[in-house]
């Protein structure tokens, strides 16, 4: 891979519509943001743990489980509706100023997967490294399927999101479809400063299991979460 820093960025801005203060909520006994940080901080491929966030209090979080917040993210481009390239952009325009190196490779580590593991970073910058790949995205096989059962309205009636000619009688029958997850996205400067796409033209996909892939958007999330960790310590030897 080429010279210069591999940052992992976690976004965490203070404000959180779908669940209040969500990024600095304790989860088995910890705030949300520490997993985030433990998981790229024992990545041996990341350079730099740093956390984008409008909030002293999460930029304090963050600095006492172990990452870095030289910088706080403007308010424009914290809000609901603000999009996460450009969020990615000034972490990188930010970073290069502080540390005076070039941000060679960004990995999002958002808070909002916290069954991440070390290997799913690790892998997906595996895949990065090749030299015709310019971002890596993570998704699990989609239950349901644009060709199959998803349909969009028209004129007042539905049809099928991606119809194919002759029809698909069965969903396993389907061209196979992924759902994107928050778990590790990974990109090359290029493709973030330059090409400046969510989804570059080489994008690869990083496959993760289903049980890995819960994101955080609700408080069921959170419960579902709470209960999945509570299995784990409980099948601990």
Known sequence: MSRGLTLGLIPARGGSKGVPGKNLRPVAGRPLIARAIACGLACPSVDKVVVSTDSQAIAAAAREHGAEAPFMRPAELASDIAPMLPVMQHA????EAHYGQTVAVLVLLDCTAPLRRVEDVEAALRLLAAPDCDAVVSGSPAQRSPYFNMVRPRNGYVDLFAPL???VGRRQDAPPVWDLNTVVWAYR??????????????TRLYEVPRERALDLDSELDFQVLEALLAREQEERP
Do not use: D, S, V
Not at 92 to 95: F, G
Not at 189 to 202: G, I, K, T, V
């Open 92 to 95: 990188i325009t930010a970073c």
């Open 165 to 167: 000619p002759g029809g």
């Open 189 to 202: 400067r290029a493709a973030l400063m330059e090409e400046a796409a969510r989804l570059p033209r080489r």
